[in-house]
């Protein structure tokens, strides 16, 4: 496994545009996840995806954000019109679900966003 | 939903010493308990993990321990390393049902020479 890769790592913006950011799972991993971790906290769960179904969405991911992921592979997670507060480091993880003792989530090394 | 809280949030050993980190959840349908650590800049490597049909789990320097009854587990690391200095963040799930982790708020762990 090569691990699960992240692109962008840094990302610097200026508040009111878009920005995307694209992840890479383990191969064959059927779950991937986003999470959004801030200064200090722990990982906050966005969303995820078993294949190309987007199965939950937090109330922390409002309307501005959309995430996919096309053919169960790779996924894209959007901001559009970004805030300042939008300012953090976005996780992707991946699990290869097949029961409930299988599920064990590895994380990329995030894409840091800074939104001026 | 989940709540995990962790204890303490900074935590300074000299090498060769023990550290251990507590963490309590609040879902008693919880049943896998990961830890991760955190370097500066990288995202959350698994370290070790446990589940809840186990109450102790080891991996050479790292163990976690698991009581169900007081919904309480912990990560014990000895013989303490400089690299082992890093965040450490526990995690709650409840796997099948639900796949969102919940996790502690991090401990800051800091070796000494």
């Known amino acids: 496994d090569t691990g699960v890769s992240q692109d962008p790592r840094h990302k610097i913006t200026k508040r009111g545009q878009n920005v995307t950011f694209r992840c890479d799972p383990i191969s064959e991993h059927n779950r991937l996840y986003w999470y959004r971790q801030t200064l200090g906290q722990g990982p906050e769960f966005l969303t995820y995806f078993q294949n190309e179904a987007q199965l939950e969405k937090s109330r922390l991911l409002s309307d501005r954000f959309s995430a996919e992921r096309p053919k169960g592979s790779f996924s894209t997670l959007e901001i559009q019109r970004t805030e300042q507060g939008d300012s953090a480091m976005y996780l992707c993880?991946?699990?290869?679900?097949?029961?409930?003792?299988?599920?064990?989530?590895?994380f990329g090394p995030g894409t840091r966003l800074t939104v001026l | 939903g989940e709540n995990v809280e962790q204890h303490p949030s900074t935590l300074s050993v000299q090498e060769g010493d023990s550290a251990v980190i507590k963490c309590t959840y609040s879902d008693s349908a919880s049943n896998y308990f990961p830890w991760y650590k955190q370097e500066l800049g990288k995202g959350p490597q698994l370290i070790i993990d446990?589940?809840?049909?186990?109450g102790e789990k080891k991996d050479q320097r790292i163990a976690v321990t698991l009581n169900k009854t007081a919904k309480h587990f912990s990560l014990h690391i000895t013989e303490t390393q400089p690299e082992d200095s890093a965040v450490y963040f526990c995690?709650?799930?409840?796997?099948?049902?639900?796949?969102?982790?919940?996790f502690g708020t991090g401990t800051r762990l800091q070796v000494t020479l």
């Open positions: 993880a991946s699990s290869s679900y097949r029961s409930a003792s299988t599920d064990t989530q590895y």
């Open positions: 995690a709650a799930i409840v796997t099948g049902t639900a796949s969102k982790l919940t």
């Open positions: 446990i589940r809840s049909n186990v």
